[in-house]
């Protein structure tokens, strides 16, 4: 194999396995208890979350919501808070931009 192909495998396995560990990070957190991707559960779907805040600066604001809880962004159901010892600062940090990428 080539250097470049090699390359392009380990870029392509790592991006695999730190999907798998913000999936994880997310069902350990409870996130996937009111949230899937494609349809609203008890919260948003992740698709309605990163169309409401497509092309906008809003990874330190979504923390912030998640940290805090709330409601009112997506219906009356509140959202509880989720603190970092259900999942940490940079867990939840790639799961809010993976769900941005949705």
């Known amino acids: 194999m080539n250097t470049q192909v090699l390359a392009a495998l380990a870029l392509t396995l790592a991006a695999t396995g730190a999907a798998a560990g913000t999936e994880e990070a997310m069902n350990q957190a ?8 494609d349809k609203k559960i008890v919260g948003p779907s992740f698709k309605d979350i990163a169309a409401r805040y497509k092309g906008q600066d809003v990874i330190a ?3 912030q919501k998640v940290r ?3 409601k009112g962004s997506f219906g ?3 959202m509880a808070p989720t603190g970092p010892d259900k999942i940490s600062d ?3 940090k790639a ?3 993976s769900i941005l990428k949705s």
Do not use: Y
């Open 68 to 70: 805090t809880g709330g």
């Open 90 to 92: 940079a867990d939840l």
């Open 30 to 37: 409870g996130c996937m208890a009111c949230h899937s991707r």
């Open 76 to 78: 009356p159901i509140p």
């Open 95 to 97: 799961a809010i931009e």
């Open 61 to 63: 604001t979504l923390m």
